[in-house]
């Protein structure tokens, strides 16, 4: 069943309305004999946009991992790619259980890195792959294709990235050319080169903090100018913006704003963050993500976008009920915008994609995070009490 | 009944074992005729402690608040004194709901902070003190004197102190000698004659950052030092040890741990905060709170201190397991120490407060806080899958 009359629901926390949904999307008439969901005076919000996570790496569902790692990014890296096989870690089945858990928390829309690299091959690629396809019409999926372990410093992995992207990987992924590749010409080349090749967009990780993120940043802003690329790129993470230098930070902004580069944040306690309400005040795209969930980087994280839409707020100390509007905002539209949804929002002709949430307002639906009462994805049940209508394998 | 058998239950993590409860305590012999309670192999870890809160000011049970505060310190305060009655804030009530929460989530010991002020005089300490009362028993409740509006800027405040600890608060709060006050010495000559002429203890917010709040930091330790107290004084929130000067910081640390001093976190995700392995490195006891929960000055907190123990581990980055712990150590026995909560722990001759938790590891228990299942003070059932035994107001 598409069609669908949504009774007495407060879109964005508003007055009490009723409304239709036909064949997927919000109408204006009242459809003939479509069934009737009582929302009790619910709120209403468009589907949470999970727009920066690692669908192909979390342990969701196996023996807990003790982590003993070590406390460099690099420690972190080699770890993972090393440990992966003997932990049993099925990219497929675990990008399914994780995909499976976001959409019990309301998410309609996912952007995941997935590792290339030359240990591994393409098999981060092919297992999400097959989630995408598995779960199409439930979830939409897009993939970047991501060197997680670095090109420059491991020879085929470029190769590899290609394979990538002709075999249906959407966007072109890079990390840290500083910190990580050792080569920010060559890092950064390669990145837009295969970009340009392909066609796709791209979003590069950078960790890089203070003025080692500034140069990487400007390097990418340079390319993405250079190459027409205006709306294509995303930076995720993009620690450098939270710098005490609010000056230099600022004219990073301007420049942003003016070739609408788009920021993902995945909003770290222990890391500088990009101020959302300074991005905001810029006019510059931004949306958020839960990074990797219950991996071999840390335990930490289950999927829910609500609730990193609290941890945006607090991050960033929004405590007024519009700041916390705008970490909604970020977790949904923003994300949308920047992962390019078509027909995204509870206007009529949108899409039914939405999610309604336990709140007298917005606020309180985020500080609660309360068990999603109703998921829609096209106007079908996707999750109900904050279950999936389907099991995790 | 306060004898009981915990059947198949993991201490701390541990091997699977039974424990005996008699007359409260953990104790060496299976008792006679207790009833058994099988713990499903769960992990058992002793009472979390609510070390640093605010119980007379949450707005839990009320219609939503709509936060239009400004961004200042001053206007938080300034604010809430005034809101306080209009939104029908009853300490008493208020500090029930906000208490019984706290007990859901399996907590047994709780700090509190109490607003005094000219305003308001003594009614948030009576209400407290009624809840403190109707809880004896389930929940222990410690209640600080706390010049929440300042004492050198509002006179009549220390005469007011002086009643409260009379009446019996448990101890002398402070708050920001200069950025508050604008009288150092004033305030804490104050605060200290009162901790004086009272024999009680001594736990002052301390929010200045950087070389301010080192300044505020060395006056405290000097008069404790002076007047004898090591041991006696908690300085809550200290955000100038999470300043980047960590040399500096370094020497505040010695000099807080020689002379026994205590520190408070809540972990906020926007301030510098003290780095709790550092801390722990120097032997410097550490607690947690949530702080003040869903109230004029924000719409964050739940009052569950297990995510709290998540949210010290997220914002000071500790992602192994043996950091884990020490989370969930700050949470628990850092808590008890500061409190000077006696016979505190599961060995035998402990009293018999304790929370089964759910995970395979402490750290899976921190990070996914899932109702508790159990809670247990002195022996008696306080809470039972998440929910109090008792009702809130």
């Known amino acids: 069943m598409t069609s669908m009359i949504l009774k007495n629901v407060r879109p964005m926390a508003g007055p009490a309305t009723d409304l239709y949904i036909v064949d997927g999307n919000f109408v204006v008439d009242l459809p003939q004999g479509a069934g009737t969901v009582d929302c009790g005076g619910r709120i209403l919000i ?7 996570t690692h669908l192909d790496k979390s342990l969701l569902g196996l023996p807990w991992y003790h982590n003993e790692v070590g406390p460099r990014l690099i420690d972190k890296i080699t770890n993972e790619r090393e440990v992966k096989i003997a932990l ?3 990219p497929k089945i675990q990008s399914e259980r994780h995909a499976i858990l976001a959409m019990s928390h309301g998410c309609t829309h996912i952007r995941s890195h997935v590792d290339v690299d030359t240990h591994h091959g393409l098999a981060g690629i092919e297992g999400v792959m097959a989630t995408r396809e598995k779960l199409a019409g439930m979830i939409d999926i897009q993939i970047v294709a991501f060197p997680q372990s670095g090109m420059m410093t491991r020879p085929g992995t470029a190769e590899l990235m290609d394979e990538a992207l002709s075999m249906g990987a959407d966007l072109v992924g890079g990390i840290d050319p500083c910190g990580m590749e050792h080569d920010p010409k060559g890092h950064l080349d390669t990145v837009f080169a295969l970009a340009e090749k392909h066609g796709k ?28 690329m205006q709306g294509k790129v995303s930076i995720s993470h993009a620690f450098c913006l939270g710098a005490v230098d609010r000056a230099y930070v600022t004219g990073l902004h301007e420049q942003l704003a003016e070739h609408r580069l788009h920021i993902l944040t ?18 510059i795209l ?9 991996d071999t980087w840390g335990p930490y994280g289950n999927s829910d976008m609500l609730e990193k839409a609290m941890a945006v707020g607090m991050r960033n100390n929004l405590r007024r009920d519009d700041e916390m509007a705008l970490a909604l905002d970020i977790c949904t539209r923003g994300g949308a915008a920047i992962l390019e949804v078509a027909d995204y929002g509870l206007d009529i002709g949108c899409r039914a994609d939405c999610v309604l949430v336990e709140g007298e307002t917005l606020a309180e639906a985020i500080v609660t995070h309360a068990p999603r009462k109703l998921v829609l994805k096209a106007g079908k049940v996707t999750a109900r009490d904050g279950s999936c209508v389907i099991e995790a394998p």
Do not use: N, Y
Not at 46 to 52: F, I, N
Not at 268 to 281: G, N, Q
């Open 46 to 52: 468009p589907g949470l946009v999970e727009a920066h």
């Open 88 to 90: 049993g870690l099925d």
């Open 201 to 228: 967009p791209v979003d590069i990780h950078l960790h890089e903090r203070d003025a080692l993120g500034w140069f990487s940043m400007q390097e990418i802003i340079d390319r993405t100018v250079a190459l027409g």
């Open 266 to 283: 995945t909003a770290p306690a222990s890391a500088p963050v990009p101020a959302v309400k300074e991005l905001h005040a810029h006019g």
């Open 286 to 294: 931004t949306g958020a993500g839960c990074d990797g969930i219950r």
